[in-house]
């Protein structure tokens, strides 16, 4: 549909009807990660569904795990330890990662306080930073 944001050629498609604009959802957390590239699938490793990790296919590694937790929706994401710092100074939602290297890992609450941009930022360094070798 023209002129609904989301939507038209080149966008990731609306996932049982949860619109790309909300980012308190898994749904559109794991869209997004897929149009990162064609190398990205879902994965959901420890036989609990309410773990999703985001992977690179060519070396397996994760770059965003997401889950629930206190009702929210989290998401970790790899950083840069010159920014992990950066990061969690400038969003109280932005913390040192759940059940991750508190150096290199932030968890991102998504209460809708962190804007959409950044989340994008994070989560894209986050690829960027697990690709394979090769690729980088």
Not at 51 to 68: D, E, L
Not at 77 to 97: E, I, L, S
């Amino acid at each position: 549909r023209a002129g609904v944001p989301g939507e038209g050629p080149g966008r990731p498609e609306r996932k049982r009807g949860v619109p790309m604009s909300d980012w308190t959802k898994r749904e559109t957390v794991v869209a997004f990660c897929k149009s990162l590239g064609a190398d990205v699938r879902e994965d959901y490793p420890f036989h609990d569904d309410n773990w999703t990790v985001m992977r690179h296919r060519g070396n397996k590694k994760g770059f965003a795990f997401v889950f629930q937790r206190q009702d929210q929706v989290w998401v970790n994401v790899k950083c840069d330890p010159a920014w992990t710092g950066f990061w969690r100074n400038t969003y109280p939602a932005v913390r040192p990662a759940y059940h991750m290297n508190k150096a290199h890992w932030n968890t991102i609450v998504l209460d809708g306080t962190v804007p959409v941009e950044d989340i994008k930022t994070m989560i894209g360094e986050s690829y960027r930073l697990t690709l394979p070798q090769e690729c980088q």
